[in-house]
């Protein structure tokens, strides 16, 4: 144990999870900017451990849009459960790569907030159990 933590002081994962994760969280914030869901999608929490959350509106629920988000993240490739866990091992490509996909998810979100979710959603939003 006392190794593991003298590897990570000595490499600066720590640091570097934050950092990739300051990054992710700053460009995710200006994607939901842009596409008009700043009041309905935020992220929060630390830089290494970014949560998700959504807020009601009158065309669909909270549950629904994070749902939303969730089903065209992984469907183009993200892998996201509903937090964002970046770590050293992750680079600017990655973010890049999971940016990418976001805007797509956040466009996405963004005809919902229009339409509604029915036909969006391919199958039932999430419910919280406990």
Same mark, same amino acid.
């Given at each position: 144990?006392? @190794?593991? =933590? ?5 490499? !600066? ?5 934050? #950092?990739? !994760? ?9 994607? /939901?900017?842009? @596409? !008009? +869901? @700043?009041?309905?999608?935020? +992220? /929060? ?5 970014? %949560? ?7 065309? =669909? ?7 939303? &988000? +969730? ?5 183009? %490739?993200?892998? /996201? ?7 050293? #091992? ?8 999971? &940016?990418? =996909? ?12 229009? @339409?509604?979710?029915? %036909? &969006?959603?391919? %199958?039932?939003?999430?419910?919280? &159990?406990?």
């Amino acid at each position: 144990m006392v @190794a593991t =933590v003298t590897e990570i002081a000595a490499t !600066g994962a720590i640091e570097a999870a934050h #950092a990739t !994760g300051a990054a992710l969280r700053t460009g995710i914030d200006d994607l /939901v900017r842009q @596409a !008009g +869901l @700043a009041e309905q999608i935020r +992220l /929060v929490g630390y830089d290494c451990f970014l %949560g998700i959350e959504t807020r009601d509106t009158t065309a =669909v629920s909270a549950a629904e849009l994070k749902t939303l &988000l +969730l089903q065209e993240l992984i469907a183009a %490739g993200a892998l /996201v459960r509903g937090i964002f866990y970046p770590t050293a #091992a992750h680079g600017q490509e990655h973010v890049e790569a999971t &940016l990418t =996909v976001a805007e797509m998810a956040a466009k996405v979100c963004g005809r919902a907030l229009e @339409a509604g979710s029915g %036909g &969006l959603l391919r %199958g039932p939003a999430a419910r919280r &159990l406990l």
